[in-house]
């Protein structure tokens, strides 16, 4: 079992930056692949970016690209993704999963465990 809980959501102006973090637990962390994804009101939720557990593969959606980073800290069971250059298409409740086989996917099908989610809103 992996329990995610996200933090690092807010409030904040267009061209502002956010680090979300999302800290897990069970043993099996270090060897999952963790995957961002997001969701506004009214849309399916939707792949942002993920990497894999040798933290040496990562991928992002293309409005993410070049603006979000993923990470990991292995030692901390902690994935984050920071988010700079933030518009108000951004906003969003950003989840946090896991896929307990270490290698990256882009489908919310391809994710074992899911946390609760942190709102995060761009205002213009």
């Known amino acids: 079992q992996v329990q995610l809980v996200e933090s690092g959501g807010g409030l904040v102006q267009a061209g502002g930056s956010l680090r979300l973090s999302c800290a897990a637990s069970g043993r099996t962390f270090s060897s999952s692949a963790m995957g961002w994804f997001r969701q506004a009101p009214g849309k399916e939720r939707d792949f942002v970016a993920t990497?894999?557990?040798?933290?040496?593969?990562?991928y992002y959606a293309d409005s993410a690209k070049g603006r979000f980073t993923i990470s990991r800290d292995n030692a901390k069971n902690t994935v984050y993704l920071q988010m700079n250059s933030l518009i108000p298409e951004d906003t969003a409740v950003y989840y946090c999963a896991a896929r307990i086989r270490g290698t990256i996917r882009t489908g919310r099908d391809d994710y074992d465990y899911w946390g609760q989610g942190t709102q995060v809103t761009v205002s213009s």
């Open positions: 990497i894999d557990w040798t933290r040496t593969n990562t």
